[in-house]
């Protein structure tokens, strides 16, 4: 339904118009996967920094 609105509302305006919004609007989705991506490496981060694996340098040691 948004979509259909926006395509409205592009076709009732002149081309100049047109590619503004929608390279907005392709701002605006670059920077959502963006920060998604961010946000979803953080996450990754901390849950594995939450498992406690042992430092890779102290496997070699012996006891």
């Known amino acids: ?3 259909m609105g926006i ?3 592009i076709n009732a305006t002149d081309n ?3 590619r ?3 390279l907005l609007l ?3 989705a670059i920077t ?3 920060t998604g991506c961010i946000i979803a490496l953080f996450t990754l981060r901390k849950r594995l920094k939450s498992q406690n694996y042992p430092d ?3 496997l ?3 006891t």
Do not use: D, K
């Open 56 to 58: 890779p340098s102290q």
């Open 32 to 34: 959502l996967i963006i």
């Open 7 to 9: 395509l409205a509302f």
């Open 60 to 62: 070699n040691r012996r």
């Open 26 to 28: 392709m701002l605006l």
């Open 16 to 18: 100049g118009t047109t």
């Open 20 to 22: 503004l919004i929608l």
């Open 1 to 3: 339904m948004v979509v």
